[in-house]
């Protein structure tokens, strides 16, 4: 894909527009998640928020470690001072980022992947660009979502609901929403653990130590 818009761009220098990708595979009980760029993919397992991916930008520091190493820099926030990601698809017109080849230069579009074995407690999966990110964190999304499901159960519907809270709460940013549901059913309610309450007791000899204690500091 990337290959694809050099070569658009090679032809055309109006066609240096990029992009980022965010990409899940299930097979099985296996969930691999591939991420280039800031879009973010989350689970949720028995509504506890997972990220399956890392947001690359700028001042995540395994990228800022990367970008560095290869020669670029961070400056104000952005890759080079000019650009809000440190992977994408594209972008090819922005200099000293991509001129080098993708493979050696501080842009790449080579994804980073997380895999991971499905279990009964993983409820659905979130695939969200960064509008959403923005404004909403990964566990403020999956208690939503939940909720959501609860009431109605209706995925679209979820969709459409997570963009309007994220658009209500003042995102300027790409809003889109894909949500895998791995059920039929909706989420069950979580019940909150409840500590467990230690009893103290004290023999004699202590509480008179204690009284003794507490009338000297008087």
């Not at 066609?15 to 980022?20: A, V, W």
């Not at 928020?49 to 990367?66: C, F, Q, V």
């Not at 009964?120 to 999304?141: M, R, Y």
């Amino acid at each position: 894909m990337d290959a694809a818009f050099a070569r658009s761009y090679a032809l055309e220098s109006t066609l240096s527009s990029g992009t980022t990708a965010l990409v899940a595979l299930i097979f099985g009980r296996s969930l691999l998640v591939e991420n280039a760029g800031n879009s973010r993919a989350v689970l949720s397992r028995n509504g506890r928020a997972l990220d399956m991916s890392n947001d690359h930008t700028p001042i995540y520091n395994k990228e800022r470690i990367r970008v560095e190493s290869l020669g670029g820099f961070i400056e104000d926030g952005y890759l080079n001072g000019q650009l809000a990601v440190t992977r994408a698809i594209g972008n090819w017109d922005m200099k000293g980022l991509k001129e080098m080849g993708d493979d050696i230069s501080p842009l790449t579009a080579e994804p980073e992947l997380k895999l991971i074995t499905l279990t009964k407690e993983d409820e659905f999966l979130i695939l969200g660009s960064d509008g959403i990110w923005d404004v909403i964190s990964s566990q403020n999304a999956v208690d939503f979502v939940r909720r959501q499901l609860q009431e109605h159960n209706d995925i679209n519907r979820c969709c459409m609901e997570l963009a309007k809270e994220a658009l209500r709460r003042g995102s300027f940013d790409n809003l889109t929403v894909v949500i895998v549901c791995f059920h039929p059913e909706p989420p069950s309610q979580v019940v909150a653990q409840r500590r467990a309450r230690v009893s103290r007791t004290f023999s004699a000899e202590e509480l008179l130590k204690l009284k003794s204690f507490l009338e000297e500091k008087k």
